[in-house]
């Protein structure tokens, strides 16, 4: 596995604030992928973000609501920009990993985020 | 487009008996099937995987899952639960190739609770 720091851990932010979220591994890895998961929700991926192309957004997310930086194989950010209560959420980041894990995405603990 | 159902919002079980959570999943092509734990306040902790081969698959703290085609069932069991047990857990499938072979699209989740 993979030792996948987040941060921060929460946070409670005002309307119309941006928030960026850090997410750091441990080793090298090509995929990285973003995460909501609303209250009682399940998980729904926002975008993949791999080293040297742009990120992929999933339909209903968009760059300039959750830019996404890739700037090297261990680090990404996920800023959710101009936020309003229905960004309360927790984001996750995860990662794949090379060679017999792969196929197996890892998670970091997670931000939990709370907008007023 | 893939899909997940995990018919029980919440399974009680006694400690020491067996448990089940159920899955069941819609996919193009051959799965790619996950189950994952949430404890409280922490990130997504991955239990176990099939790939392909035995349709067993044994996972991390004693956690098994066995995979029917027919059925298009992945169902999570454990032959004697612990109370440590009790924790959300997501059920997830992602197609085994072609574009968004690595997308993993989870269930709505099912609280475990085990009662001592």
């Known amino acids: 596995s993979a030792v996948i720091s987040q941060k921060p851990s929460r946070d409670i932010c005002q309307r119309g604030t941006s928030l960026t979220i850090q997410c750091q591994v441990d080793?090298?890895?090509?995929?990285m992928f973003w995460y909501r998961q609303q209250p009682g929700q399940s998980l729904t991926l926002i975008a993949t973000a791999n080293q040297g192309s742009e990120a992929t957004y999933e339909s209903g997310f968009v760059i300039d609501k959750f830019p996404i930086s890739r700037p090297n194989l261990t680090f990404s950010t996920l800023t959710v920009s101009n936020m309003s209560p229905e960004d309360s959420s927790i984001y996750l980041c995860?990662?794949?990993?090379?060679?017999?894990?792969?196929?197996?995405?890892?998670f970091g603990a997670g931000t939990r985020l709370s907008v007023l | 487009a893939q899909s997940v159902a995990q018919p029980e919002d919440q399974v009680n079980v006694a400690e020491g008996n067996p448990l089940t959570v159920k899955c069941t999943y819609s996919v193009s092509g051959n799965p790619y099937l996950f189950w994952y734990v949430q404890y409280p306040n922490r990130g997504l902790q991955f239990l176990l995987k099939?790939?392909?081969?035995?349709?067993l698959v044994k996972g991390s703290y004693g956690f098994e899952a066995e995979f029917n085609k027919s059925q298009t069932s992945f169902h999570l069991k454990k032959p004697s639960a612990l109370v440590s047990d009790s924790a959300l857990y997501f059920c997830?499938?992602?197609?085994?190739?072609?574009?968004?072979?690595?997308?993993?699209?989870f269930g709505k989740g099912t609280k475990l609770s085990v009662i001592p």
């Open positions: 080793s090298q890895v090509t995929m």
């Open positions: 997830a499938v992602s197609p085994h190739s072609g574009a968004g072979s690595y997308q993993l699209t």
């Open positions: 099939y790939i392909t081969g035995d349709n």
């Open positions: 995860s990662v794949e990993l090379p060679g017999p894990a792969k196929n197996i995405q890892y």
